[in-house]
């Protein structure tokens, strides 16, 4: 992989920090674009790797601001667009702030690549824009189905997307990552509540929905794949999922967990944390056989030993109780 000039927007998030420390280990140029805030922090790039810390660029903006997207974005050759707001919940009683940071900041980075010449963009989709299967496993050509404001502005934004490319000749190619997990991910995640109330002594595990099944995937294999749609031949225009084609139920998922914590738990359900029954996404499980086409990519954490040996991964980070405490395990995160 030849060196490049790379912005990633919302790199200060879960995985944006993971991928800007492989990216700066590789030798890239890693310009951060981070949301600005008073407290000067970078999010997750506060707490990179020692290796890492001090070898990237960071750039505080705000994905909504149309002229600070283009200044981060002069110079790099290649765009990585993560900056989303991805909560579910929260997006049911705030959609107005999905569709300015979702929809147009996607338009803002679209524009500038327009612009300026990028010679690649990535952008970050999402499984939720399948809803609940129809079909398993889930090719790209699904229908899409917004069944939360949140999957209905991220299709939206892949529309955009794909309009730029069509319209314009924008190189732009989609990745659509199923339900990524792993150290960092936020605490409105499904992994990180159940591992945060079994560390803080509960066995009595409060969480919504546990009969839907998702397709999980470990953030090293998601970052693998970004890194593939930089590098990969004739790939623009195109949708690629990157997901493990391994479902798995929550409850299931729950009690593995509590297998590998060496504890038995018990599960309720929470009605503050249960989705509309029409909103909620029954069933995901990845086709990923274009990924392997295009990209090369396949994950190395497949099947259930591959997710147990994420998920061991993942435990034992949240064991450090540095990064344990930084969770309110007693709370609903929306």
Known sequence: MNKQSILISGADGFIGSHL???LVRSGHKVRALVLYNSFNSYGWLDHCAPDVKGEFEVFPGDIRDPHGVKKAMKRCESVLHLAALIGIPYSYHSPDTYVDTNIKGTLNILQAARELGVKRVVHTSTSEVYGTARFVPITEDHPLQGQSPYSATKIAADQLALSFHSSFGLPITILRPFNTYGPRQSARAVIPTIITQILKGKNDISLGSIHPTRDLNYVED????????????KIEGEVINIGSGFEISIGNLAHIIAELLGTKIAIKEFSERVRPAD????????????AKKLLKWSPKNSG????????????????????????KADSYNV
């Open 20 to 22: 800007t420390e492989t």
């Open 222 to 233: 998601t970052v693998d794949g970004f890194i593939k749609a930089l590098v990969a031949p």
């Open 279 to 290: 909103s909620e996404v029954e069933r995901l499980l990845a086709d990923k056989r274009k």
């Open 304 to 327: 259930e030993l591959g997710l147990r040996v994420g998920l061991t991964k993942t435990i034992q980070w949240f064991r450090d109780p540095e990064n344990l405490k930084r969770y």
